[in-house]
């Protein structure tokens, strides 16, 4: 409710926040009510939002519904891209399944889902792989499938024995490309 939308702006206004630069929603600095209201019935659908109309403020939706929105609004215009910070928390078991499932069908369509979360068992269950950060520093890279949630766990608290060179060097190598690997 404080970073991801506005409260006091309708579901509609919500779901038009990334797309008032798109010519098929503005012209001349005009919006097009018609294809807005289209598109927003459209993502409505797709996503499974329950909301009682495009025009009820956002602030009355449930958690998940909210999330879903939120969703619907930023998968919308095909990022190449997506970083979710806790995507699941305070919403209730269906929504979160939902939710998982479209983050998995994302990266099944080639986009980069990068996941933040405190919820290991999430992270688990959706994860190709984990980068265990302690500090600030990334302690482990480690394989979900092969990986124990204690021995995640552990890491997670600053239990490894040195940082992982080969995790540190794909990250360096990221951030910076000029730069020749070291």
């Not at 519904?65 to 891209?81: F, T």
Request: include cysteine; proline fraction near 6%; aromatic fraction near 4%.
């Amino acid at each position: 409710m404080r970073d991801a939308l506005i409260g006091d702006f309708t579901v509609a206004e919500n779901l038009l926040l990334v797309a008032t630069a798109d010519p098929r929603y503005a012209r001349w600095g005009f919006l097009r009510n018609r294809a807005i209201r289209r598109h927003c019935r459209q993502l409505v659908a797709e996503f499974d939002v329950r909301t009682p109309s495009l025009d009820t403020p956002a602030r009355n939706l449930s958690g998940g519904n909210l999330q879903k929105l939120i969703m619907a609004r930023e998968l919308s215009g095909s990022p190449a891209v997506l970083l979710v910070a806790q995507p699941t928390r305070g919403i209730d078991v269906a929504a979160s399944a939902y939710i998982h499932q479209r983050l998995i069908s994302q990266r099944a369509g080639g986009t980069a889902v990068i996941v933040i979360s405190e919820d290991l068992d999430e992270v688990m269950s959706i994860s190709d792989r984990i980068l265990v950060m302690y500090e600030g520093v990334i302690i482990s890279e480690v394989d979900p499938r092969a990986a124990s949630r204690e021995a995640i766990g552990l890491m997670m608290v600053g239990v490894a024995a040195e940082p992982v060179p080969q995790a540190e060097a794909n990250l360096a190598h990221q951030s910076a490309p000029d730069r020749p690997p070291a």
